[in-house]
C-alpha cells in the first residue's frame, strides 16, 4: 500500500491517542470523516494498522520488573526454532521477542512482578527442554523510554 501524506498524519494522530474521534482526526489532518474512516478501514484491511489497545502501567498492576534476556540457542534447526518463538509467543509476561543475529538468538523483554516469578519463567522458558544453551539477564533499574509508537514523519 503507498501512504500519502494524509495517511501518515492519521497513522501519527491515532499512535498518539487512538480514543481520538473521527471527525477530531478530519480536522487535524484537513479531511473529512468519511475520508477518515476510509483511509482507517483501508490501512487496517492491508495490515498497516495492526491493532488498537490500551496503554496501561505495568507497575500498577504488579509487574514492577523489567528484565531483558539475552538466548543462545543449542540447536538451530528450524523446528526448534519455530517451537520455541511458539512458546516465547504464548508467553504473557514476553512483552516482545526478538530473532536476532550476533553473539545471541533471541532477546525477550520481560514484565514480572519479582525476581521469583522471573526464575520460575526461566525454568518454563530456558531449561526444561526448550533448546537454550545459555542466558544473560538485564534487569532494568528505570524505564528511560517504552512505546511501540512507529515514526510516520522522516526527521531528516
Excluded: W
Excluded at 495492526?50 to 543449542?74: D, F, H, R
Amino acid at each position: 500500500m503507498s501512504l500519502d501524506h494524509f495517511d501518515l498524519a492519521l497513522l501519527d494522530a491515532i499512535q498518539r491517542d487512538a480514543n481520538t474521534s473521527q471527525q477530531d482526526l478530519g480536522a487535524q489532518v484537513n479531511l473529512s470523516s468519511a475520508a477518515v474512516n476510509r483511509r482507517l478501514k483501508k490501512m487496517t484491511v492491508d495490515g498497516v494498522i495492526v491493532g488498537t489497545v490500551a496503554q496501561i502501567n505495568p507497575v500498577e498492576v504488579g509487574y514492577t520488573l523489567t528484565v531483558i534476556a539475552a538466548l543462545e540457542v543449542e540447536d538451530e534447526r528450524l523446528d526448534k526454532l519455530d517451537s520455541m518463538k511458539r512458546i516465547f509467543l504464548a508467553c504473557p509476561q514476553v512483552q516482545q521477542c526478538y530473532y536476532v543475529a550476533g553473539e545471541f538468538d533471541f532477546v525477550l523483554i520481560m514484565l514480572v512482578k519479582n525476581m521469583e516469578q522471573y526464575t520460575q519463567l526461566t525454568r518454563e522458558l530456558f531449561f526444561q527442554g526448550n533448546n537454550v544453551k545459555r542466558f544473560k539477564t538485564l534487569v532494568s533499574m528505570s524505564t528511560v523510554k517504552s512505546g511501540l509508537f512507529v515514526p510516520t514523519v522522516s526527521r531528516e
